[in-house]
């Protein structure tokens, strides 16, 4: 059914098979395709080295370990984070499932948070106020879409109140600087700016959660011996080919993107982009339609364009997640900016592949359905 949208909401931008063969020669020629081979060796040390420019304010050497998926980088960071058994952990009730999955399935207890009105996300204030309600042992911020954190933020709510932070870029690849307190997981999928296939990045500056993560990926082996749990959430030297001749390619990707955004801009306005659209290229673009989400999806569903409603229904109303805590605002623990923006927010196409002619017809679409 997708393939016969008239103008897809989301194309992955991968490098072609010309561009990523030179990588497969040389694992072929090594005949190494697993377990933290050549290729994925210079993968992590060259993220290293690429986030590590995106964070001049970052003086420490910063350790990037590669994984299967983002998801399976946050499932073995709260393994490996020294948190108590069944930890209360804050999440935004607005992000992908993933996010409060990864907390769950450690067996800790995952708490929804309601979001900023403006951002759309889990801020300090939020978690301050949450605190007030009941104890957390950690936060989960999202940068949600792929617009970025303030991580000196976050750093100083961790640094006041001892609750531990850990932070789900997993779209703002090129966007997230990270911050020597921090840690932060990218993912790598398909469908993400910097897109490999499969693959996630846990960055830290700590050697020590660095190497546990690492070890735990790979049956938690140690001298030939399993000295914990672990589980096989490495990544394979195919990905780190894909990742490599990405690495090449990305500015041009991102200013590909940064071109489609612009005219976005240009036929809509700023008004109803998120704040910082003016500033990043997101991963997803969302619009805000002031409460007539349903008939700008109708409209733009009628003239086949494919529109995606990125992360509605909310986490809260998900059956995986029926009577989940909710850290409320005020008393009557409700989340409502998170329902007040179902109604709002739309996901529109946003890929490399739109033509200014795609941009003006969707942007045609709303005009006819908002004005």
């Given at each position: 059914?997708?393939?016969?949208?008239?103008?897809?909401?989301?194309?992955?931008?991968?490098?072609?098979?010309?561009?990523?063969?030179?990588?497969?020669?040389?694992?072929?020629?090594?005949?190494?395709?697993?377990?933290?081979?050549?290729?994925?060796?210079?993968?992590?040390?060259?993220?290293?080295?690429?986030?590590?420019?995106?964070?001049?304010?970052?003086?420490?050497?910063?350790?990037?370990?590669?994984?299967?998926?983002?998801?399976?980088?946050?499932?073995?960071?709260?393994?490996?984070?020294?948190?108590?058994?069944?930890?209360?952990?804050?999440?935004p009730g607005l992000t992908f499932s993933a996010t409060a999955a990864s907390v769950a399935i450690t067996g800790n207890t995952p708490v929804f948070s309601d979001v900023d009105p403006d951002t759309w996300?889990?801020?300090?204030?939020?978690?301050?106020?949450?605190?007030?309600?009941?104890?957390?042992?950690?936060?989960?911020?999202?940068?949600?879409?792929?617009?970025?954190?303030?991580?000196?933020?976050?750093?100083?709510?961790?640094?006041?109140?001892?609750?531990?932070?850990?932070?789900?870029?997993?779209?703002?690849?090129?966007?997230?600087?990270?911050?020597?307190?921090?840690?932060?997981?990218?993912?790598?999928?398909?469908?993400?700016?910097?897109?490999?296939?499969?693959?996630?990045?846990?960055?830290?500056?700590?050697?020590?959660?660095?190497?546990?993560?690492?070890?735990?990926?790979?049956?938690?082996?140690?001298?030939?011996?399993?000295?914990?749990?672990?589980?096989?959430?490495?990544?394979?030297?195919?990905?780190?080919?894909?990742?490599?001749?990405?690495?090449?390619?990305?500015?041009?990707?991102?200013?590909?993107?940064?071109?489609?955004?612009?005219?976005?801009?240009?036929?809509?306005?700023?008004?109803?982009?998120?704040?910082?659209?003016?500033?990043?290229?997101?991963?997803?673009?969302?619009?805000?339609?002031?409460?007539?989400?349903?008939?700008?999806?109708?409209?733009?569903?009628?003239?086949?364009?494919?529109?995606?409603?990125?992360?509605?229904?909310?986490?809260?109303?998900?059956?995986?997640?029926?009577?989940?805590?909710?850290?409320?605002?005020?008393?009557?623990?409700?989340?409502?900016?998170?329902?007040?923006?179902?109604?709002?927010?739309?996901?529109?196409?946003?890929?490399?592949?739109?033509?200014?002619?795609?941009?003006s017809h969707v942007a045609d679409c709303i005009r006819k359905t908002t004005v």
């Amino acid at each position: 059914m997708a393939d016969e949208w008239k103008i897809k909401c989301l194309v992955p931008d991968l490098p072609s098979a010309q561009e990523v063969l030179p990588y497969l020669e040389r694992m072929d020629s090594a005949r190494w395709y697993s377990n933290f081979g050549p290729l994925v060796t210079e993968f992590e040390a060259r993220m290293a080295d690429f986030i590590a420019q995106m964070s001049p304010t970052c003086r420490t050497p910063l350790h990037t370990v590669t994984f299967s998926s983002a998801t399976t980088a946050l499932e073995l960071y709260f393994r490996a984070s020294g948190l108590p058994d069944g930890a209360r952990i804050l999440v935004p009730g607005l992000t992908f499932s993933a996010t409060a999955a990864s907390v769950a399935i450690t067996g800790n207890t995952p708490v929804f948070s309601d979001v900023d009105p403006d951002t759309w996300d889990l801020t300090p204030a939020i978690a301050r106020a949450a605190l007030e309600k009941g104890p957390l042992d950690a936060v989960l911020p999202v940068a949600i879409y792929g617009y970025p954190l303030d991580m000196d933020a976050w750093a100083a709510f961790e640094a006041e109140t001892g609750v531990k932070v850990i932070v789900d870029a997993a779209a703002a690849l090129g966007n997230q600087h990270v911050h020597a307190d921090v840690p932060v997981i990218f993912s790598l999928h398909a469908t993400k700016p910097f897109g490999v296939g499969e693959g996630g990045l846990l960055v830290t500056s700590d050697a020590a959660l660095a190497d546990k993560c690492r070890r735990l990926s790979n049956f938690a082996f140690d001298d030939g011996t399993s000295r914990a749990i672990g589980t096989n959430a490495k990544m394979a030297e195919a990905m780190a080919a894909y990742g490599l001749a990405q690495i090449e390619r990305f500015p041009a990707v991102q200013a590909r993107r940064r071109e489609v955004l612009a005219a976005y801009v240009s036929a809509l306005g700023t008004k109803h982009f998120h704040p910082k659209t003016a500033d990043y290229v997101p991963g997803t673009l969302l619009f805000d339609t002031e409460g007539k989400a349903d008939a700008v999806e109708a409209a733009l569903t009628s003239a086949n364009i494919q529109i995606r409603k990125w992360y509605f229904p909310p986490l809260r109303e998900h059956a995986a997640f029926r009577g989940a805590d909710i850290a409320g605002q005020g008393v009557s623990n409700e989340l409502p900016v998170i329902e007040s923006l179902k109604s709002r927010l739309v996901g529109l196409p946003f890929h490399a592949f739109l033509s200014d002619e795609d941009i003006s017809h969707v942007a045609d679409c709303i005009r006819k359905t908002t004005v």
